[in-house]
């Protein structure tokens, strides 16, 4: 059974910076595909990040240059590095992650961007 596991969240002042991570296991296919969502109370889970095996990476206009996502192919890990954080990115974050047979996502980590 795959598990995914995000780490990482927390309260921030505006401007501040946090790392998520994500840890993915358990699968017995190759993890091509790793991304971070986020959900704010009565909207629809939106996209944040996401990256391959191969490093290709793609990012929401909305936080592009302020996130960096990385990741760890050999420990199934991504990171996402938030840099000059805003009040708007404020919401719960999850992971996915993709292999060849499905798609699984963590329970989410909670980011609060407030003075």
């Known amino acids: 059974q795959v598990q995914v596991v995000e780490s990482g969240g927390g309260l921030v002042q505006p401007g501040g910076s946090l790392r998520l991570s994500c840890a993915a296991s358990g699968s017995r296919f190759s993890i091509y595909f790793m991304g971070w969502y986020r959900q704010t109370p009565g909207k629809q889970r939106e996209f944040v990040a996401f990256i391959t095996d191969g490093d290709i990476t793609n990012y929401a206009e909305s936080v592009r240059g302020r996130f960096t996502i990385s990741r760890d192919n050999a420990k199934n890990t991504v990171y996402l590095q938030m840099n000059s954080l805003k009040p708007e990115d404020t919401a719960v974050y999850y992971c996915?992650?993709?292999?060849?047979?499905?798609?699984?996502w963590g329970q989410g980590t909670q980011v609060t961007v407030s003075s």
């Open positions: 996915n992650a993709k292999d060849g047979l499905d798609n699984y």
